[in-house]
């Protein structure tokens, strides 16, 4: 059973910084696609980016490009988002997920099939 644990959110001002991390607990961590989805208050669970397996396959939102950095460290079993110029809009709960499909319509449009998710860190960004 892979678990995910997230951390690393907070309260900033619009215009500043966070680094979220998602701890894996598995021996299969560099076999994951890994990525971060989030959702604000009263509405749904939307994508953010995600990194596949080989380390070099990335996806974003349109909303958090340029300004969202996704990374994993295999020998630390740690994903990361850094999340810089922030804005009031991208306040939310933050969940990392977990699973070995790389196959981008999946991780943007089909979320639901992702097999692990983590139980999520708030971010709120003040105007």
């Known amino acids: 059973q892979v678990q995910l644990v997230e951390s690393g959110g907070g309260l900033v001002q619009a215009g500043g910084s966070l680094r979220l991390s998602c701890a894996a607990s598995?021996?299969?961590?560099?076999?994951?696609?890994l990525g971060w989805f989030r959702q604000a208050p009263g509405k749904e669970r939307e994508f953010v980016a995600a990194i596949m397996w080989n380390e070099v396959t990335t996806y974003y939102a349109d909303s958090v490009k340029g300004r969202f950095a996704i990374s994993r460290d295999n020998a630390q079993n740690i994903m990361y988002l850094q999340m810089d110029s922030l804005k009031p809009e991208d306040t939310a709960l933050y969940y990392c997920?977990?699973?070995?499909?790389?196959?981008?319509?999946?991780?943007?449009?089909?979320?639901?099939?992702?097999?692990?998710w983590g139980q999520g860190t708030l971010v709120t960004v003040s105007s």
């Open positions: 598995t021996r299969t961590f560099r076999n994951l696609s």
């Open positions: 997920a977990g699973d070995r499909t790389s196959d981008r319509l999946i991780w943007l449009q089909h979320q639901n099939s992702l097999d692990h």
